[in-house]
């Protein structure tokens, strides 16, 4: 078989018995050409800013274990009407650039069980929130697995209806994660700082003077429309353009919003990175 991709594993519960790592052991076992890994955050200190000058040898192995996957399948139950704390610390320490994004453009299927009829969908809409606010390229996909202490009580799945439908997801989460490879200059380069305003995107250097800015017209409820892009003229030729148009999908993204391009370089840009044409109103 060949292999197409490797997809890191994060399973919500930190229990080797839990029924969130019945569901990956279930998933990760259908037909497929995706080779599937584990990523074990079990062991993160917690993340603390003040730790980044000299990162815990921990975090340090966790990241470098996330970059060399392809993708990420994230498979949890529903704490509190939202995520564990230890995925979410999982999240944190992954979210900073150390010294180059470990989430940003990865593709991701996010998937939730619980004990009760609605299948933990809090915390999956919590879960899609923070994906996809980190940069994530997050499969438009709601697995909701509810009773899941009937359908898995022996680790085989005992929902015919469900078993049909998790096989046509991976199936459709291999080609997604094709669909969804960027270049490497579509990813965003956070060694500019930014800010951001209703009218006005903004790289700043390191002095904070605006070095690149996007003129925005937001008067549209879900969509942001893109009246000019400008670079200073002492900056040019630095790739500038590429670098704060991809912080605004990245943004626009986030905020699960749309783009219009007014400005003729916004309008060539979008044309020519397909990864954002589910965002880009023509």
């Not at 453009?105 to 915390?123: N, Q, R, Y």
């Not at 697995?145 to 096989?167: E, M, P, W, Y």
């Not at 070095?211 to 200073?232: C, G, Q």
């Not at 148009?245 to 993204?253: G, H, K, Q, S």
């Amino acid at each position: 078989m060949v292999i197409m991709a490797r997809v890191g594993v994060l399973i919500g519960s930190l229990s080797k018995d839990s029924y969130s790592r019945k569901v990956a052991d279930y998933f990760t076992a259908l037909p497929t050409s995706l080779e599937f890994v584990e990523l074990n955050y079990s062991i993160l200190p917690f993340y603390n800013p003040d730790l980044e000058k000299k990162p815990p040898i921990e975090w340090q192995a966790f990241r470098k274990a996330t970059d060399s996957v392809d993708a990420l399948l994230i498979v949890t139950q529903e704490y509190n009407y939202s995520i564990p704390g230890g995925l979410k610390n999982a999240l944190d320490v992954l979210s900073v650039p150390s010294p180059n994004q470990h989430l940003m453009g990865k593709p991701v299927l996010a998937m939730t069980d619980s004990a009760g009829e609605k299948g933990g969908i809090i915390a999956n809409a919590h879960l899609h929130q923070v994906l996809r606010y980190l940069g994530m390229r997050v499969m438009n996909c709601t697995i909701a697995i509810g009773n899941v202490q009937s359908v898995f009580k022996d680790g085989r799945n005992h929902d015919t209806k469900l078993a049909s439908r998790l096989a046509q997801d991976i199936k459709d989460f291999a080609q997604f994660i094709g669909e969804s490879s960027l270049p490497y200059q579509a990813c965003i380069d956070m060694g500019h700082n930014f800010c951001y305003s209703p009218n006005e995107l903004a790289l700043l250097d390191g002095s904070g003077t605006k070095i690149a800015t996007i003129t925005l017209d937001n008067s549209e409820r879900k969509t942001v429309v893109i009246e000019e892009v400008t670079v200073a003229p002492e900056c040019r030729g630095q790739g500038l353009a590429n670098k704060i148009m991809t912080t605004l999908m990245w943004l626009v993204e986030g905020a699960d919003r749309q783009v219009k391009a007014n400005c003729p370089f916004a309008k060539s840009y979008l044309e020519t990175h397909p990864q954002f044409q589910n965002i880009f109103v023509k």
